[in-house]
């Protein structure tokens, strides 16, 4: 057992997602996610930690699964787990996070082996999704149009405080003002 693996105790209902886990432990991940906690911890906007990152999962499963895309749900988890990974050195050095993110990304499941790993069609549809999160292409792949759409879609604008929704770039136009899934 490797420190990327965790045990499972026994939950009925529920599903494990070990390869996923393995994302969340991965070391690579932990100092992209802790230095990114830290340099948005007084951000009045959005951020990008697990409530976000878990939103958009479970907003792009209820649609894959809503749509009969027939996607691999720690696929699915994988890609909105990873998808704002470059965002710490977009922050620091002005990077587009979905390039560097999809460098890291790439990285970080490219090491995952054994019971653990993706497999290339998987780490590619992954990459390729986190590459083109902030603007859908015409000819976006089904994970990457999932992952675009629940990106957005998984901001609660409506509860955001009147002067931070008023400061915020998005438009008003793309601002989520009601509860819509
Ligand atoms: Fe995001």
């Known amino acids: 057992m490797t420190e990327t693996h965790v045990r499972y105790p026994h939950k009925q209902g529920l599903s494990p997602m070990p390869r996923v886990d393995a994302i969340w432990l991965h070391p690579a991940y932990q100092t992209a996610y802790r230095w990114l906690a830290r340099l948005e911890c007084d951000r009045p906007f959005c951020r990008h930690q697990l409530r976000h990152l ?66 290339d069609a998987e780490r590619r549809a992954i990459v390729t ?15 990457e149009r999932l992952l675009c759409r629940a990106d957005k879609a998984s901001r609660p604008c409506f509860s955001c405080p009147a002067d931070v929704r008023r400061a915020c770039s998005w438009p008003d136009a793309k601002k989520n003002l009601c509860i819509q899934i």
Not at 68 to 73: A, P, T
Not at 129 to 143: F, N, Q, S, T, V
């Open 54 to 119: 878990l939103d958009a999962a479970r907003l792009m499963w209820i649609a894959n699964l809503e749509e009969g895309c027939g996607l691999d749900r720690e696929v699915v988890y994988a890609a909105a787990l990873l998808h704002d990974i470059g965002k710490a050195t977009q922050y620091a050095m002005g990077a587009p996070h979905e390039l560097t993110g999809a460098r890291l990304a790439g990285d970080i499941l490219a090491s995952l082996d054994g019971d653990v790993a993706f497999t």
């Open 129 to 143: 999704a986190i590459r083109g999160h902030r603007r859908l292409r015409a000819d976006a792949e089904p994970l």
